[in-house]
């Protein structure tokens, strides 16, 4: 009896083993092909002073301004709604946050690193009622080995007098300098997977840095990790789960106590 009680034992240790193993970028980004992409994304009908957000997966949002700007972030083969977007932002952790054959139809490719090596990536855009800049972060190999200094971005929107700030695939937390450089933020799009970005407790020490009116979680593998991120952050944040995966955003609607949103995804 004790045999098989142990028997039992490692066959769901190996189980939930095999899980935590899938619930990384790498094991998405080595899939041999890509991810079915999301249907069609209707263009919302914004007013002035509306922004709309939608998570479409992983570490991918697609935002739309009033005037019909749309940008992608951490644009990837893998992930990305059929909308070809006025922006692509991408990031280099890993396949799943970039791609090497963006769509030629999107105008403006914007890489969180600079592909020749020469300095970090600077980025300081205006597309109609969008801006877009970029904070250079490092990121360390994925076998936590090596630190590739400026490898990656976080990238501001400013869209309908909001503050749209989306941390990538973020290593290390942030100097008194990158926090001035990124002024007051409403909207943040926090990595909440707990290791292969940073620990849940290190992601909140950023996030209180930052001060954020508004969390949007992501990059989070399913429910059993947002839910513990949930709770940490609990005692600082309202949290709300919505239904639906967009949600439309204005100065006005913003939430005060800061509320951690929840969009449906992984």
Same mark, same amino acid.
């Given at each position: 009896?004790?045999?098989?009680?142990?028997?039992?034992? #490692?066959?769901?240790?190996?189980?939930?083993?095999?899980?935590?193993?899938?619930?990384?970028?790498?094991?998405?980004?080595?899939?041999?092909?890509?991810?079915?992409?999301?249907?069609?994304?209707?263009?919302?009908?914004?007013?002035?002073?509306?922004?709309?957000?939608?998570?479409?997966?992983?570490?991918?949002? #697609?935002?739309?301004?009033?005037?019909?700007?749309?940008?992608?972030?951490? !644009?990837?083969?893998?992930?990305?709604?059929?909308?070809?977007?006025?922006?692509?932002?991408?990031?280099?952790?890993?396949?799943?946050? !970039?791609?090497?054959?963006?769509?030629?139809?999107?105008?403006?490719?914007?890489?969180?690193?600079?592909?020749?090596?020469?300095?970090?990536?600077?980025?300081?855009?205006?597309?109609?009622?969008?801006?877009?800049?970029?904070?250079?972060?490092? @990121?360390?190999?994925?076998?936590?080995?090596?630190?590739? @200094?400026?490898?990656?971005?976080?990238?501001?929107?400013?869209?309908?007098?909001?503050?749209?700030?989306?941390?990538?695939?973020?290593?290390?937390?942030?100097?008194?300098?990158?926090?001035?450089?990124?002024?007051?933020?409403?909207?943040?799009?926090?990595?909440?997977?707990?290791?292969?970005?940073?620990?849940?407790?290190?992601?909140?020490?950023?996030?209180?840095? @930052?001060?954020?009116?508004?969390?949007?979680?992501?990059?989070?593998?399913?429910?059993?990790?947002?839910?513990?991120?949930?709770? @940490?952050?609990?005692?600082?944040?309202?949290?709300?789960?919505?239904?639906?995966?967009?949600?439309?955003?204005?100065?006005?609607?913003?939430?005060?106590?800061?509320?951690?949103?929840?969009?449906?995804? !992984?």
């Amino acid at each position: 009896m004790r045999a098989l009680i142990r028997a039992l034992c #490692l066959i769901v240790v190996v189980i939930l083993a095999v899980g935590e193993a899938a619930a990384s970028c790498q094991a998405i980004a080595s899939r041999p092909t890509p991810l079915p992409q999301l249907a069609s994304l209707a263009p919302l009908a914004l007013a002035k002073g509306e922004v709309s957000v939608t998570f479409v997966g992983h570490s991918s949002f #697609l935002i739309e301004s009033p005037q019909g700007v749309t940008i992608v972030t951490d !644009y990837n083969d893998y992930i990305r709604p059929r909308t070809v977007p006025t922006i692509a932002t991408m990031n280099v952790a890993h396949t799943t946050h !970039y791609s090497n054959n963006p769509d030629p139809r999107i105008k403006h490719v914007l890489r969180g690193w600079n592909p020749t090596g020469s300095g970090p990536a600077r980025h300081d855009l205006a597309e109609q009622d969008v801006f877009v800049r970029n904070i250079p972060t490092n @990121i360390r190999g994925w076998d936590g080995m090596g630190t590739r @200094i400026n490898g990656n971005s976080i990238f501001i929107f400013e869209v309908a007098d909001l503050c749209l700030v989306h941390l990538g695939h973020l290593h290390h937390e942030l100097t008194r300098e990158d926090l001035g450089v990124m002024g007051e933020v409403d909207v943040l799009m926090v990595p909440v997977d707990g290791g292969a970005t940073m620990s849940q407790d290190e992601m909140l020490s950023v996030i209180r840095d @930052i001060r954020p009116r508004m969390v949007i979680p992501m990059h989070y593998f399913g429910p059993h990790r947002i839910e513990r991120f949930a709770q @940490i952050l609990s005692p600082h944040f309202t949290v709300r789960h919505s239904a639906t995966s967009q949600v439309v955003l204005t100065r006005q609607t913003m939430p005060d106590p800061p509320e951690l949103l929840i969009l449906p995804g !992984y």
